[in-house]
C-alpha cells in the first residue's frame, strides 16, 4: 500500500506484515517500495517466526531476497488478508485515501497515525482473542 507525503507526487509505501490466524499486525515501514525497506520489515517481524511459518507475498520481486526460501510462498491466491486490511486502512485514515488533499506532511507523522491505528486494531483484535480464550 502507498500514500503521499509531502506533495502528490511523492510516494511513501507502507509495508505490513499480518498473522492470518490471530489477525494482529506484527508490524510495519514506510520507505521506497524496494529490497532495503522490506529487509527492514522482515527484521522487525521475523522474531514472531519460526521454522514451520509460511510467509505468503504477492510476487514482487524484493521478497526473494530477504524472505527465507523454504518458508516463502508467492501467490496472489493467499494475499487476501493484507489486501482487505490496506481497504480498511484506506477507509478509515483519510491520509491514505489515494484522491485526497489530506495526505502526510512527513514521515514522521504518516508513522505516527499508522501507529495510533495499529496499536487500537491490535487491542480489539486481543481482547476479542482472550475473550473468546476466556483469558
Not at 26 to 51: A, E, N, P
Request: proline share 1%; hydrophobic share 30%.
Amino acid at each position: 500500500m502507498w500514500s503521499f507525503v509531502q506533495k502528490k507526487k511523492t510516494k511513501c509505501w507502507i509495508w505490513l506484515a499480518i498473522c492470518r490466524t490471530t489477525k494482529v499486525i506484527l508490524g510495519f515501514v514506510t520507505g521506497r517500495r524496494d529490497t532495503k525497506t522490506g529487509q527492514r520489515l522482515w527484521d522487525k517481524i521475523k522474531q514472531f517466526t519460526d521454522d514451520t511459518t509460511v510467509l505468503v507475498t504477492d510476487w514482487w520481486k524484493s521478497y526473494t531476497k530477504f524472505l527465507p526460501k523454504e518458508q516463502h510462498y508467492q501467490g496472489k491466491d493467499e494475499t487476501y488478508t493484507i489486501e482487505g486490511y490496506n481497504g480498511n486502512f484506506r477507509d478509515d485514515l483519510r491520509r491514505l485515501t489515494r484522491k485526497t488533499k489530506a495526505y502526510s506532511k512527513s514521515q514522521d507523522m504518516l508513522n505516527a497515525s499508522l501507529n495510533l491505528y495499529i496499536a487500537k486494531h491490535n487491542s480489539l483484535k486481543l481482547s476479542k482473542l482472550l475473550s473468546i480464550g476466556g483469558g
